[in-house]
């Protein structure tokens, strides 16, 4: 394979402005690391968006690689766990933040952050579930560790038709949980009811003003909405039930009280994909390749090319994306 590869760059333009552009770079470009990737595939999540548009400081080094997941063959490697021709998969741990990440042919990264590629997933696949289902994959983990079975009652999936809520809708579905997908796009529910949804609620439902405690209507939920959806969430949930929280697409606020907590014993769970520990990983990758149909990784994914990178980051913050964007990089 040529040396030369095409890479998405951000670069600082001003004090405050950034500039993105489509260049060929080598490998004496890349940043250091013992493992050299050859990305075939990578996806957007939501930071990407972020941190392809500016619209936050996701980005903090530059110039910078953005791309938080990707999936491709080791090339050359001085890690003693990996050796070329090993497929291999990374989410998070600051890469396409501060260490140049997938969107480029080609990633020099540390092998501690990288998992083998499990059997019965391709690059493609595991960029389909990328940050956003591996995600999803820990707050279900998180769910079970608290003894929300499906026998507990519905659980709630907010923000259902993203990423995160996607794939948590379709895997809480095959376990046998009862699931309630919250949009606020209604003409995503027969999407979503194809994922494995019972009941489709308006997001409106959950965004209004919260109060301390309401009906107790789910035993858990998953929330990637935050403020105002996860505080009505926590006081909708059961007796004993558990919010598992790790997004803020709807605001990084969160107007509860501790009624919730003291009156009904519920417990908000805090979920990080960036750095949890490689053995969490490997466990959610393996109840992934258990617990999430192939038919529904097709079912949520459109497939981009680096060329249609700019366009994706800006739809997802527009909420306009359905699913999981996986990017080909070829
Ligand atoms: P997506 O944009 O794909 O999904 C977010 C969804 O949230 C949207 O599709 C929409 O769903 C809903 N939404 C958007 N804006 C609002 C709003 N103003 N109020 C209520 N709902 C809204 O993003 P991802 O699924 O990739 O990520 C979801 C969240 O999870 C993000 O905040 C992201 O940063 C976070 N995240 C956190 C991680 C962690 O490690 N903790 C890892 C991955 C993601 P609908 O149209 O169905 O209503």
Same mark, same amino acid.
């Given at each position: 394979?040529?040396?030369?590869?095409?890479?998405?760059?951000?670069?600082?333009?001003?004090?405050?402005?950034?500039?993105?552009?489509?260049?060929?770079?080598?490998?004496?470009?890349?940043?250091?690391?013992?493992?050299?990737?050859?990305?075939?595939?990578?996806?957007?999540?939501?930071?990407?968006?972020?941190?392809?548009? @500016?619209?936050?400081?996701?980005?903090?080094?530059?110039?910078?690689?953005?791309?938080?997941?990707?999936?491709? %063959?080791?090339?050359?490697?001085?890690?003693?766990?990996?050796?070329?021709?090993?497929? /291999?998969?990374?989410?998070?741990?600051?890469?396409?933040?501060?260490?140049?990440?997938?969107?480029?042919?080609?990633?020099?990264?540390?092998?501690?952050?990288?998992?083998?590629?499990?059997?019965?997933?391709?690059?493609?696949?595991? !960029?389909?579930?990328?940050?956003?289902?591996?995600?999803?994959?820990? +707050? /279900?983990?998180?769910?079970?560790?608290?003894? #929300?079975?499906?026998? &507990?009652?519905? #659980?709630?999936?907010?923000?259902?038709?993203?990423?995160?809520?996607?794939?948590?809708?379709?895997?809480?579905?095959?376990?046998?949980?009862?699931?309630?997908?919250?949009?606020?796009?209604?003409?995503?529910?027969?999407?979503? &009811?194809?994922?494995?949804?019972?009941?489709?609620?308006?997001?409106?439902?959950?965004?209004?003003?919260?109060?301390?405690?309401?009906?107790?209507?789910?035993?858990?939920?998953?929330?990637?909405?935050?403020? &105002?959806?996860?505080?009505?969430?926590?006081? !909708?949930?059961?007796?004993?039930?558990?919010?598992?929280? +790790?997004?803020?697409?709807?605001?990084?606020?969160?107007?509860?009280?501790?009624?919730?907590?003291?009156?009904?014993?519920?417990?908000?769970?805090?979920?990080?994909?960036?750095?949890?520990?490689?053995?969490?990983?490997?466990?959610?990758?393996?109840?992934?390749?258990?617990?999430?149909?192939?038919?529904?990784?097709?079912?949520? %994914?459109? !497939?981009?090319?680096?060329?249609?990178?700019?366009?994706?980051?800006?739809?997802?913050?527009?909420?306009?994306?359905?699913?999981?964007? #996986?990017?080909?990089? @070829?």
């Amino acid at each position: 394979m040529s040396d030369r590869f095409p890479a998405i760059l951000v670069s600082r333009e001003g004090e405050k402005g950034q500039k993105v552009e489509q260049v060929t770079l080598g490998l004496d470009d890349l940043m250091d690391g013992d493992v050299v990737v050859a990305v075939d595939h990578s996806t957007v999540n939501y930071k990407d968006g972020l941190a392809v548009t @500016g619209k936050a400081p996701v980005v903090r080094r530059w110039p910078m690689i953005p791309g938080i997941d990707f999936a491709g %063959t080791v090339e050359s490697s001085d890690n003693p766990d990996f050796k070329p021709g090993d497929k /291999v998969v990374l989410n998070g741990w600051g890469v396409g933040e501060t260490h140049y990440g997938g969107f480029a042919g080609k990633a020099r990264v540390k092998g501690d952050w990288l998992i083998h590629l499990p059997d019965g997933l391709s690059g493609a696949e595991a !960029m389909a579930i990328g940050t956003a289902g591996y995600t999803a994959m820990l +707050c /279900v983990l998180a769910l079970e560790r608290q003894d #929300v079975t499906p026998d &507990k009652g519905p #659980v709630v999936v907010t923000g259902a038709a993203g990423g995160v809520g996607s794939v948590a809708v379709s895997i809480l579905s095959k376990l046998g949980y009862e699931v309630v997908a919250s949009t606020g796009r209604p003409e995503e529910a027969e999407y979503l &009811k194809g994922l494995g949804a019972s009941e489709i609620i308006p997001r409106d439902e959950l965004s209004g003003d919260p109060r301390p405690l309401s009906k107790e209507r789910f035993a858990g939920g998953v929330d990637a909405v935050g403020s &105002k959806t996860l505080a009505n969430v926590l006081s !909708m949930t059961k007796y004993g039930g558990a919010v598992a929280a +790790c997004g803020l697409a709807g605001g990084m606020d969160l107007p509860t009280s501790v009624a919730p907590f003291i009156l009904r014993g519920v417990s908000l769970i805090g979920v990080d994909s960036v750095m949890a520990p490689k053995a969490r990983r490997i466990e959610a990758y393996a109840r992934l390749v258990r617990d999430l149909d192939h038919a529904k990784i097709a079912a949520m %994914t459109t !497939m981009i090319g680096l060329d249609g990178v700019q366009a994706a980051a800006a739809d997802i913050l527009a909420g306009k994306i359905r699913g999981r964007v #996986v990017v080909n990089i @070829g």
